[in-house]
């Protein structure tokens, strides 16, 4: 092979290479600023696949990560409605429990709205799912009570946001 031939054929590998990272790169800069890429990025990087989907891929992922995140608020919800003595403060996190549990259920019916291609109905599911953690803040300051779920109900608010706009990207 010449050296020209080569060089040639090394360009078209770093081309091939870097487009199927460019999506992830591409899709989280449509996001805003340097902030914004990078809390994207990071978000993506729970799941290896993203580095090299394409964009559709990158929508069933972020329902995947963001289910999961659901999920593991759930298990937090159940360790503290357990060790919760006042009935109130237990029904507020029980409300906050059924609310994480509809949005697994949410995100579920999003990623088969964005494999089947009904993304009108992905996008309503996951408008759906971005107001859950605010519900659930509410309910716990009309009990009167800071709400022990802030940190997960900001992350997860936050991988709501991502899902729901990488999402939106799709319909363009």
Do not use: W
């Not at 409605?81 to 609310?99: G, L, P, R, S, T």
């Not at 009990?143 to 939106?168: H, M, R, W, Y």
């Amino acid at each position: 092979m010449k050296p020209s031939q080569a060089l040639s054929l090394l360009a078209l590998l770093m081309i091939l290479l870097s487009s199927s990272a460019s999506v992830l790169q591409d899709t989280c800069r449509r996001f805003g600023g340097p902030d914004t890429y990078d809390i994207c990025i990071e978000f993506f990087k729970a799941n290896k696949d993203s580095a090299t989907a394409d964009k559709h891929g990158l929508a069933i992922i972020a329902t995947g990560i963001a289910s999961a995140t659901a999920v593991d608020t759930r298990k937090r919800i159940a360790t503290l409605k357990a060790a919760e003595k006042d009935q109130m403060i237990q029904q507020v996190i029980a409300y906050c429990d059924n609310m994480y549990s509809r949005a697994v259920g949410l995100f579920d019916k999003a990623a088969k709205g964005i494999s089947s291609g009904k993304l009108g109905d992905a996008v309503t599911s996951l408008n759906s799912a971005l107001d859950i953690p605010q519900y659930c803040d509410d309910e716990f300051l009309k009990a009167g009570v800071k709400s022990p779920f802030d940190a997960e109900n900001f992350k997860f608010g936050v991988q709501c946001a991502i899902t729901l706009d990488v999402t939106k990207l799709l319909t363009m």
